[in-house]
C-alpha cells in the first residue's frame, strides 16, 4: 500500500563518515527498487536502482542492499558530504504492471555537519 | 538528456479558481506521465497516471473532475486544479518515462509549488 509520513525521521552524521538509511518495503511482489535524492523544493533525483534479482548494487559512492526476506532495503553513501544533505525516499514498483506505478516509502532527511 | 520541465515552478491563486500546471518532457517522449502531490514533510502519492492520446487513471481517493489530466502529445501533460481551495495547497510533481526504452527509469520535474489563499 502507499506510505503516508506525519514526519521525517532524520539522520545527522558528521562530515566523512558512512551513512545508512534504511527503508521497510510494503509489497512483497515488488521486484524493482529505486533510491531517490530529494533537495528543498524540488524533484526526486534518481540515485541508485535494484532489480529483486540481486541483493547488492553498488554506484559511485553509494551502495543498495536488497533482503527480500524481510522487504528491507537500505541506502549506503560512503564518506558522506553536506552536499548529501536532503531526504531520501525509496520507492517500489512492479516491472510488469505496465505503468510502473511508483510507491514512495515515508523518507529519511539526512544531515550532514562539517 | 532526459530533463522534465514543469512550469509553473510556483504559483499563488485565490479560492475558487482554476490552476494549471504544465509538465514537459524536453529531450524525450513519453507515453506515460505520472502526476504527484507531496504535502510538506510526507512523502510523494501517487495522484493519477497520464497516458498520451487517452484517459488518466487516477488513484483512489483522487477526485478525476477535480484534478483535469490532459496528455494531448508525447511531450506535455497537463494538471489543471479546478475550483482550488487552501487544502488543495501542496507541491505538486511529474515524471515522465522514456518510451524509447531507456530503462525503467521515470524522470522527475522540479515540481510546482500550489498556494491557495
Known amino acids: 500500500g502507499e506510505s503516508v509520513g506525519l514526519h521525517l525521521p532524520t539522520l545527522s552524521v558528521q562530515e566523512g563518515d558512512n551513512s545508512i538509511i534504511n527503508c521497510a518495503y510494503s509489497?512483497?511482489?515488488?521486484?524493482?527498487f529505486i533510491w531517490y535524492k530529494q533537495e528543498s523544493g524540488k524533484g526526486p533525483q534518481f540515485i541508485i536502482d535494484?532489480?529483486?534479482?540481486?541483493d547488492k548494487r553498488q554506484g559511485q559512492r553509494v551502495t543498495v542492499l536488497l533482503n527480500k526476506t524481510v522487504k528491507h532495503l537500505s541506502l549506503q553513501i560512503a564518506a558522506t558530504q553536506p552536499g548529501d544533505s536532503a531526504v531520501y525516499f525509496c520507492?517500489?514498483?512492479?516491472?510488469?504492471?505496465?505503468?510502473?506505478?511508483?510507491?514512495f516509502g515515508t523518507g529519511t532527511r539526512l544531515l550532514v555537519s562539517p | 538528456g532526459a530533463v522534465v520541465s514543469q512550469h509553473p515552478s510556483w504559483v499563488i491563486c485565490k479560492s475558487g479558481t482554476s490552476v494549471k500546471i504544465e509538465c514537459r518532457s524536453l529531450?524525450?517522449?513519453?507515453?506515460?506521465m505520472f502526476w504527484y502531490r507531496q504535502f510538506p514533510k510526507q512523502s510523494l502519492m501517487l495522484m493519477a497516471t497520464?497516458?498520451?492520446?487517452?484517459?488518466?487513471?487516477?488513484e483512489q481517493g483522487v477526485e478525476k473532475d477535480k484534478f483535469l489530466i490532459n496528455h494531448a502529445s508525447l511531450t506535455l501533460s497537463t494538471l489543471t486544479v479546478t475550483s482550488a481551495h487552501p487544502e488543495d495547497s501542496s507541491f505538486y510533481i511529474c515524471?515522465?518515462?522514456?518510451?524509447?526504452?531507456?530503462?525503467?527509469?521515470?524522470?522527475f520535474g522540479p515540481g510546482t509549488r500550489l498556494t491557495v489563499l
Open positions: 515524471s515522465a518515462r522514456d518510451t524509447s526504452g531507456r530503462g525503467e527509469e521515470q524522470f
Open positions: 509489497n512483497s511482489a515488488s521486484d524493482y
Open positions: 535494484i532489480r529483486s534479482n540481486m
Open positions: 520507492a517500489e514498483t512492479l516491472l510488469n504492471t505496465g505503468f510502473q506505478k511508483l510507491v
Open positions: 529531450d524525450f517522449q513519453a507515453t506515460t
Open positions: 497520464s497516458n498520451e492520446g487517452s484517459k488518466a487513471t487516477y
